[in-house]
């Protein structure tokens, strides 16, 4: 007898949601997001910035 295939993934929960859950502001990132930090980090703006990554 052939079982049926499980659904890959957290159980019960979306993917997405899985996702916003494991960052620290609770949400995923948009590209628009991700976008505005790396024109920050490259700017003249970002010179306060110390560290040696942006997460």
């Known amino acids: 007898m052939r079982s049926?295939?499980?659904p890959r993934g957290p159980p019960g929960r979306s993917f997405?949601?899985?996702l916003?859950?494991?960052t620290h502001p609770r949400r995923v990132?948009?590209?628009a997001d991700v976008a505005g930090a790396a024109v920050l980090v490259a700017?003249?703006?970002a010179s306060g910035l110390t560290g040696t990554r942006s997460t």
Request: hydrophobic share 25%; no cysteine; net charge positive.
């Open 4 to 6: 049926t295939p499980r």
């Open 16 to 18: 997405q949601a899985y």
């Open 20 to 22: 916003a859950g494991t």
């Open 43 to 45: 700017s003249g703006r």
């Open 29 to 31: 990132m948009t590209l």
